[in-house]
């Protein structure tokens, strides 16, 4: 298990990396969507690679948003020096969390708990 201070230092590089991903993100979403209102008004073709920034920056956002909401504002905000939940903590960073940690960490349940619960949950974190 890690220490907490390697938790912190872990969740202030996550956070800092997220962050950096959504203003770069946010500078390409600008460009596309010029480049599409240019492409319109000449009527070429528009360019769909701004659906897929699009929902690329969504993801990034969620993960930016449940970042704050274990760390900040969620129920185990002020408790991650508690064994369960630095334990629970652990497991979703590392794609292995059941229901019981992701409950203790204020997250909805998957439906799945022990083995092969950490392929299921893979996507969802």
């Known amino acids: 298990m890690a220490t ?3 938790r912190d230092l872990f969740l202030r ?3 800092a990396a997220m962050e950096e991903v959504l203003v770069v993100l946010q500078s390409e979403a600008r460009a596309w969507a010029e480049e599409e209102h240019e492409a319109s008004e000449s009527g070429e073709y528009k360019l769909p690679g701004s659906f897929a ?3 690329v920056r969504g993801s990034f956002k969620g993960r930016h ?3 704050a909401w ?3 504002i ?3 905000a002020g408790r991650h020096g508690e064994a369960e939940v630095a334990r ?3 497991a979703l960073v590392e794609n292995r969390a059941t229901d019981e940690d992701r409950a203790l960490l204020g997250l909805a349940r998957i439906g799945q708990d022990g083995p092969g619960a950490a392929e299921q949950d893979a996507g969802g974190a």
């Open 13 to 15: 590089g996550w956070r």
């Open 88 to 90: 629970a903590l652990d």
């Open 74 to 76: 969620g129920p185990s």
């Open 53 to 55: 920034l699009s929902e």
């Open 65 to 67: 948003e449940l970042l």
């Open 70 to 72: 274990i760390t900040q």
């Open 4 to 6: 907490q201070q390697e």
